[in-house]
């Protein structure tokens, strides 16, 4: 017999839950009754009462010590316990624990170290998991030891205990999921409409048909609607903090904090009073720029309201204090946005136009142009000829002396084609919204120092006599002065807001969020914590499922804060669905895709073996080091586990979730040719290298550059409610007389830019506690010494990249990597301060 001494770091629920101000107080009583917090150990040898099967034998039964005495202040901070082990298995390492919390409330439960394990020394276990009380589970709660084991690899004593525990997380399928539920299930996303109010709040469902195709999304078991049995009923607004998410998937206590204070203070101090009063108001857009700079320079009052009074009776004692702090009748300012920090003005240039299209939020739509003039894809039979209507003589007289032949085949026209993608769309919008939008081309020449020069937007209407008539188009090219001038800004504006929507609904929403949703659910249903595979993918999961919970009560809902501010409207989210019907997932990877829109070509002999047709662009040239990087610290890990291709075929739980991932979580793309089959260790390192770009670096470039762009929103429109002024109008001629006052008619309004503003500052923020590329949040992840070898290699490479985008981005050469608004292309640099820094990369796809 032997003692072992180990040592529990816990948070408990008053620390980081202060709502439950009683919880310490129970917790204690619990324990003078003998109802304590116990641990087991299990062993190695055999558990004869496991009805024949080859279990690990329990150790008796240790509780945390000094649970009374140990006191643990009132704000954020850990617990540690000692507990007392008898050990009867000389020479064996525990393999897992059981732990039973006989107490009133959950807790937090980080790690248990055993510090004297006979014959190995220390033994680490990360837990990482909120432990609920005993009578909340089916069985008790496991904990494994931080070595990992392919399935076939692991001891028989083990064996059992890992398949159970991803029975538990896979559940049955069936009933609502509370809190304390570990449930990771699939949904359609049957939730964003509200039939039970009306008509114009219903939304049809995504996923599930060829219709509309979709991501899953993590099942909650709510009841339906009244109204329809095919969509599931909402939480009320001051609910919504509490949609079911498996709990370990929700956020930490610091970033808790940092959304929420942030969100409420803004979303419902100031713009929902701000809705409520929009009757009243006597204007509804700006007047002038100056107007628009107050936001940042002067500032505006805050509002409280009875909504605020009842959201703040659902959300904890700390963060309603906070508010009550910051409810004042002072001025709130908005900062100021990079693009406009250094130059009032720049940001209207033609060459920053262009700039942002290779480095600024959205920088992944931009295309080499493959023929002239542009073609169309979508179906002749339905919507006729949408072939552009842009002709030689609209570029020719700027093309520096080129033919058009000639700059084609020289790869100097780009083309950022938002066409076809939105014109079966035009007619709905313009007819039932009161946006007024245009499909549109935007032609582009590289020049000889690097930079873009627009040529031409084609702006497209529907035929007024139908669809089947093909579109009606008109081209502009760029003016400087006069009324001319004014229209090619208007023109340019009309691409802006194209291109915000495109971005906030595809590049962000839909082809980070959306897609990465599934994997972070088959992971959790067919890979053991034990599976090396769950251990290299988990780090990029974290607060994944939260984020994009929260998003279907308040951002991506009918009615939500996206329909609000994006030109789509109500038919936000059956665009988006549309456009996954494009969506190819090995065409994620960096170096396909750049290849697929032409903007390199491959070359060997040449960095990455891709040669860049814009040689300074900066999103590539920073994303393929990080691109590069990440394939090598996975290619390591992988190589390490798997020796060759018969270890990925054999690999059960890895076969199983590749099926899961394909057949349920992208179940509307089960039959696409393109996914691999997942027979070689080369397709594994592929598709793991893929997601990780995906979760991490794709996001964060088209996430965190949200606020310095478009946080001035003239700069980045969302949403258009006139068309473009015909001569001879009385439009016309107010647009001669006062160019900026028809501008900001035009563009986004006085409230949805509040809004619109307030958001993107919310999503561009980084919390406290972010964990950043190349970061474990617990040093001691693993066992095996080869894969933190390789981490810290992939970590000292991630220095070196940031340090050499430093240096970029002073080389004056590079025109594209600060340009004349000067802000420096920082989006993949991969370290990051706290809040608004417009640069970082998070492990995962959190904001």
Request: hydrophobic residues 35%; negative net charge.
């Amino acid at each position: 017999m032997k003692i072992i001494t180990g040592r529990v770091v816990l948070h408990k629920k008053n620390v980081l839950d202060i709502t439950d101000v009683s919880s310490s107080v129970l917790d204690r009583v619990h324990e003078l009754l003998g109802k304590n917090v116990t641990l087991q150990l299990i062993g190695a040898h055999k558990d004869h009462s496991s009805e024949g099967r080859l279990r690990g034998k329990l150790g008796k039964k240790a509780k945390l010590e000094d649970w009374i005495t140990t006191f643990t202040p009132f704000t954020d901070g850990e617990s540690s316990y000692k507990v007392t082990f008898e050990w009867e298995e000389d020479n064996k390492v525990p393999g897992a624990f059981l732990i039973q919390n006989h107490h009133h409330n959950e807790f937090y439960l980080k790690t248990l170290i055993l510090e004297d394990v006979p014959g190995h020394g220390h033994v680490h276990f990360v837990c990482n998991s909120w432990v609920y009380p005993t009578n909340r589970y089916k069985k008790d709660r496991i904990f494994f030891n931080n070595k990992a084991y392919l399935p076939i690899e692991t001891p028989e004593f083990l064996c059992s205990y890992r398949e159970e525990e991803l029975k538990i997380l896979q559940g049955d399928g069936t009933g609502m999921l509370e809190e304390w539920d570990r449930v990771y299930d699939y949904a359609f996303y049957n939730d964003l409409g509200d039939p039970d109010k009306d008509l114009n709040h219903a939304r049809p469902v995504l996923g599930g048909s060829s219709e509309y195709p979709y991501p899953r999304r993590g099942r909650t078991g709510r009841p339906p609607t009244k109204s329809d049995p095919r969509t599931e009923s909402r939480l009320p607004l001051v609910m919504s903090l509490n949609i079911y998410v498996p709990r370990d998937e929700r956020f930490g206590v610091l970033k808790f904090s940092d959304f929420l204070v942030y969100a409420l203070q803004v979303f419902v101090q100031l713009l929902i009073p701000e809705f409520q009063a929009l009757s009243d108001r006597s204007y509804a857009e700006f007047d002038s720029f100056e107007d628009i700079l107050k936001l940042y320079e002067g500032g505006f009052k805050l509002h409280g309201g009875p909504l605020l009074d009842r959201i703040r009776e659902n959300i904890p004692f700390e963060m309603q204090k906070v508010l009550l702090e910051r409810d004042t009748d002072e001025f709130y300012k908005f900062p100021t946005p990079q693009v406009i920090k250094e130059n009032k003005s720049a940001w209207t240039t033609d060459e920053e136009f262009g700039r942002e299209m290779l480095a600024g939020v959205n920088p992944v739509k931009i295309c080499v142009l493959k023929e002239f003039p542009p073609t169309s894809n979508l179906d002749i039979e339905v919507f006729g000829n949408q072939d552009s209507s842009i002709k030689p003589h609209h570029i020719e007289k700027n093309l520096n002396g080129l033919q058009v032949d000639e700059a084609l085949k020289a790869k100097k026209l780009f083309i950022l084609d938002h066409h076809d993608s939105l014109m079966p769309f035009l007619r709905r919008i313009n007819e039932t919204t009161t946006n007024k939008i245009y499909a549109s081309r935007t032609l582009l020449l590289l020049q000889s120092d690097g930079s873009l020069k627009p040529l031409a937007i084609e702006l497209s209407l529907s035929h007024p006599d139908g669809d089947k008539l093909g579109a009606i188009s008109n081209v502009y090219t760029p003016a400087e002065n006069g009324v001319e001038g004014s229209i090619w800004q208007l023109a340019k504006a009309y691409v802006a807001v194209n291109d915000s929507g495109i971005h906030q609904l595809i590049s962000h929403w839909l082809h980070t969020h959306a897609v990465i949703e599934p994997f972070v659910i088959a992971t959790n249903r067919q890979l053991s914590v034990l599976h090396p595979l769950y251990k290299l993918l988990y780090p990029h999961f974290r607060d994944t499922m939260n984020i994009n919970a929260f998003a279907r009560q308040i951002l991506i809902n009918g009615g939500g804060i996206l329909e609000l501010t994006l030109f789509p409207g109500k038919y936000s989210m059956e665009l988006s669905s549309v456009l996954y019907k494009d969506w190819v997932f090995p065409e994620q990877a960096l170096p396909v895709d750049l290849v697929k829109r032409g903007m390199a070509v491959e070359e060997s002999g040449c960095r990455h073996g891709l040669r860049l047709v814009i040689e300074d662009y900066p999103y590539a040239v920073d994303g393929l080091e990080i691109w590069s990087a990440i394939k090598s610290w996975v290619d390591e890990y992988c190589r390490f586990y798997y020796k060759n291709d018969a270890t990925v075929q054999n690999d059960t739980e890895l076969q199983s979730w590749w099926k899961e991932l394909r057949e349920e979580g992208h179940g509307d793309k089960k039959h696409e040719p393109w996914w691999s089959k997942m027979d070689s260790r080369q397709d594994l390192i592929d598709v793991c290298t893929t997601f990780i770009w995906v979760a991490s670096a794709l996001h964060a470039s088209v996430n965190f550059g949200q606020y310095p762009y478009n946080g001035y929103l003239p700069n980045r429109p969302t949403l258009s409610r006139r068309f473009m002024p015909k001569p001879n109008t009385p439009e016309y001629d107010e647009l001669k007389e006062n160019p900026e006052k028809v501008f900001f008619k035009t563009i986004t309004p006085h409230v949805q830019t509040l809004l619109g503003i307030a958001l993107v500052q919310l999503l561009s923020m980084h919390s406290t506690d972010e964990v950043y590329l190349g970061e474990r949040d617990n040093l001691e992840w693993t066992l095996d010494v080869e894969p933190l070898e390789a981490l810290d290699r992939f970590r000292r490479k991630l220095k070196e990249i940031e340090e050499k985008i430093m240096e970029m981005n002073k080389d004056e050469r590079l025109k594209n990597r600060v340009g004349t608004v000067n802000v420096p292309f920082t989006l993949l640099c991969p370290t990051s301060e706290e809040g608004l820094t417009g640069k970082g990369i998070p492990n995962s796809t959190s904001i």
